[in-house]
């Protein structure tokens, strides 16, 4: 995560020991350098600091399995390989499932080095505005990872502070979901009281702010209020936080949709649409790990040599899934400008040519929006490609960033809530909003004059909008329409003449109530005496 370079280039070489992925909960976060020693003034908190946000751009998180391999197996996409790798994603996992436990550890790694920062630098001596700034960055962080614990697994342990070796902290029991939410908004409370707002600078970019803590309150919020909480106040609290985002006015919708995320692609800073974006500088080059597979595994397909004939590396993409005919349909695919790039009917060979793919098996077309090349029309009916990824080529690594709070989000939510709230007429301004920006007129307000009837345009609006950003699994459960819509998906694929003995339909099949939440990892209950799985995977593996 490229929060600043000389901090990681630091951190690279003074604190070894932040990448084991079993025992993170027994170690300090520092192996070189004391805790009782280090977090005595600013620049030592910095550094602290960037260690906190380091385990968001993990493998085991936003490099890979929480941005895409968890997040995949909707009704928006596929894992179009015939193995079972992305088995939860294929509702293929239990509790012993290895990719489960390394998220677990990895988000209480983090929970431990927010813990342990916030121990030490209450008391460093540090000007009383600046510490409160860096607390307040550390609770969001402490939040960010709760928040993923919580909506991915439920009842979860609720460690609010250090966990050291032989610590009696490591026997304990889960805390109700609800607990656990409060403690997240608690946090962010803090956050946004002491962050600031985002003003452009390059030497703050990356980091949390004022608005970005209100945006992510409003999605917890909005999570709150759905399943399996249900809590009915919580609709009228997230539109509290969105309007604290509106209200600021320094956040808008880019005039284009594409350039959103060009910008994500070549590593262009601009935090009017992207509240909150985890960066992936690849600093391999330089020694320091860097885990992003953006683009590598979710893009349009690539398979390019290593390098062209001058020795320039080129990049590489497995692309593990496709979107699905459900997702591909629910577009306006002449005026919706969203629809050429998020959906992408061609793939380079590994001869550099530009492949065409079928109109008639658009289910094996390839998700756009994360894209390292792009097509280029030559005129003459071929097509070429050009590199759109800037910086040091990886074949397996990318540059490219995630873009985890957008404004385009602020707005649906907002619109969702009010429709909640039975104030539809209100919602439908908001809900135009992202229309008009990717070129479609005003919906007529006919087709949404009842609450259902916007909730399911809504529904669609958010697929369109978000596709492959991470959304669209967490947006289901909390709507509770998981099993439902793969059900959609089977008879969509049914209706498209796919035979029902295809591998496209594992993630229909295998779905059950269960895979609302992932089971507790085996290993974590073992070892935590007090810790049981969770009621829906009890005897479920």
């Known amino acids: 995560m490229n929060i600043n370079i000389n901090w990681m280039l630091s951190l690279s070489i003074l604190f070894l020991g932040l990448t084991s992925c079993h025992d993170e909960l027994d170690q300090e976060p520092y192996s070189s350098i004391s805790p009782e020693t280090f977090y005595k003034n600013e620049a030592e908190a910095r550094l602290a600091l960037a260690a906190v946000y380091s385990d968001i751009a993990s493998d085991a998180l936003y490099g890979s399995l929480l941005s895409m391999n968890f997040t995949n197996g909707t009704d928006e996409a596929v894992y179009n390989r015939t193995n079972s790798n992305w088995s939860v994603a294929l509702y293929m996992n239990n509790s012993s499932t290895y990719n489960i436990e390394k998220a677990w550890m990895t988000l209480y790694k983090g929970i ?18 600046t510490r409160n700034k860096l607390l307040a960055e550390a609770r969001f962080l402490r939040a960010f990872y709760y928040f993923d614990l919580v909506r991915l697994w439920g009842d979860v342990p609720l460690r609010k502070k250090p966990v050291t070796e032989g610590s009696a902290a490591n026997n304990i029991v889960a805390s109700p979901s609800s607990e656990v939410y409060d403690f997240i908004t608690e946090d962010l409370s803090f956050a946004y009281k002491y962050l600031p707002n985002p003003t452009g600078s390059t030497t703050e970019y990356g980091h949390a702010s004022r608005t970005a803590a209100h945006a992510l309150l409003a999605r917890v919020y909005m999570t709150m209020a759905g399943k399996p909480l249900q809590k009915q106040d919580a609709y009228q609290l997230a539109i509290n936080h969105c309007d604290s985002v509106i209200n600021t006015g320094y956040h808008q919708l880019l005039p284009s949709y594409k350039q959103v995320f060009l910008n994500e692609i070549e590593d262009k800073n601009d935090d009017k649409e992207v509240i909150f974006e985890i960066q992936f500088g690849n600093l391999r080059p330089q020694g320091i790990r860097e885990d992003g597979r953006i683009g590598n595994l979710n893009g349009v397909a690539i398979q390019l040599p290593k390098a062209d004939a001058s020795g320039n590396l080129n990049p590489y993409a497995y692309a593990f899934h496709y979107p699905t005919i459900t997702m591909i349909n629910k577009f306006d695919n002449v005026n919706d400008n969203r629809y050429e790039w998020n959906i992408a009917n061609w793939k380079v060979d590994k001869k550099g040519k530009v492949i065409i793919l079928k109109e008639t098996n658009k289910t094996n077309w390839y998700p756009g929006k994360f894209r390292r090349v792009d097509r280029v029309d030559n005129g003459d009916g071929t097509y070429g490609y050009k590199i759109l990824e800037t910086g040091d080529i990886d ?129 974590e209950v073992t070892i935590n005496q007090l810790l049981d799985q969770s009621e829906l995977w009890n005897g479920q593996d």
């Open 112 to 129: 431990n080095s927010a813990n342990y920062f916030l121990a030490r630098v209450t008391d460093a001596d540090i000007e009383d505005g």
């Open 395 to 523: 074949k397996n690594f990318t540059g490219i960033n995630y873009p985890y709070l957008r404004y385009s989000d602020i707005l649906l939510m907002k619109a969702e809530a009010l429709n909640e709230l039975a104030k539809t007429g209100d919602a439908i301004l908001y809900l135009n909003q992202v229309r008009n920006r990717a070129g479609l007129a005003n919906i007529d307000p006919a087709s949404v004059a009842s609450k259902d009837d916007f909730f399911n345009e809504l529904m669609d609006e958010r697929m369109r909008e978000f596709c492959f950003e991470g959304i669209r699994k967490h947006d289901l459960i909390r709507w509770g329409r998981l099993k439902t819509n793969m059900e959609i998906l089977r008879k969509d694929m049914e209706d498209y003449g796919i035979a029902t003995s295809s591998w496209y339909y594992r993630q229909c099949n295998n779905i059950e109530e269960k895979h609302n939440l992932l089971p507790i990892p085996l290993k």
